[in-house]
């Protein structure tokens, strides 16, 4: 189903140039980043990251998915998640060469390489039939599209009816004082520890600017609801720090 009257908002890109696409920016930023990205993920948002995948997870457990797809993969975090709910395939896919290097190395290592497949993949264009997979996940890469309602639909495309997905996105807070050191620790502490770790400036400089730049809540539900999926639901976490996201098909 394809998404009309398309929101239009300021396009935020990691390196802030019109020389490349916002797709092959953030591949860039994330090939930059893969090797540090796990410890960072974990280390700056406090091991929230790991709770917020489980919560996520559990509310796809009473549609019983054999076929996962997690979108935008990276390293494989939430696909090696997806495996609680003992599916019969789990595909991850990314369009960042070097994070499914880190994934497929860790995959191996874990021996979980013969249930989860990583592979390059465009959100905007993912190379499924139509009504192939049981549920989808995305973790922290939603906002990284390029075309927002483009890759909604494609969520929505190739999820079979009577299936869910489960996005993951930071969020601002609402209520004092958490969304005063939210912006303090998003604009002030974290782009320094960030670039001093990952030694990209840009990345962790992004990483507040896309958020504040993503449709917050409701905003968001209703460019799901656009493309076609019939019941939307939110739910803050972490006094309003992430977002997550139920869409069922």
């Given at each position: ?188 502490i974290l782009p320094l520890v960030g670039r001093l770790i990952s030694r990209d400036r840009h990345a962790y ?45």
């Amino acid at each position: 189903m394809v998404v009309k009257n398309e929101m239009v908002t300021r396009v935020v890109t990691p390196y802030q140039t019109n020389e490349v696409s916002k797709k092959q920016q953030v591949a860039g930023m994330f090939d930059n980043i893969a090797g540090r990205y796990d410890f960072l993920n974990h280390f700056l948002s406090f091991g929230a990251d790991i709770l917020w995948r489980k919560k996520a997870v559990n509310l796809l457990k009473p549609f019983h998915p054999l076929m996962i797809l997690d979108i935008a993969t990276g390293t494989g975090d939430f696909a090696i998640e997806s495996l609680k709910l003992n599916p019969a395939k789990v595909i991850g896919i990314d369009i960042s060469e070097k994070m499914l290097e880190v994934g497929r190395k860790k995959l191996l290592v874990s021996r979980l390489d013969q249930k989860i497949e990583l592979m390059y993949g465009d959100s905007e264009a993912i190379e499924l039939e139509t009504g192939s997979i049981d549920a989808v996940t995305v973790g922290f890469g939603v906002r990284n599209f390029e075309h927002l309602e483009k890759g909604i639909s494609e969520i929505h495309r190739v999820l079979k009816p009577g299936g869910a997905a489960v996005i993951l996105e930071p969020a601002i807070p609402k209520y004092f004082p958490m969304r005063q050191m939210f912006f303090l620790y998003f604009k002030g502490i974290l782009p320094l520890v960030g670039r001093l770790i990952s030694r990209d400036r840009h990345a962790y400089r992004y990483l507040p600017e896309s958020v504040q730049n993503f449709p917050q809540g409701k905003e968001f539900v209703d460019i799901c609801t656009k493309a076609g999926f019939k019941k939307t639901t939110y739910k803050p976490l972490t006094l309003g720090i992430c977002a997550l996201y139920l869409l069922e098909r």
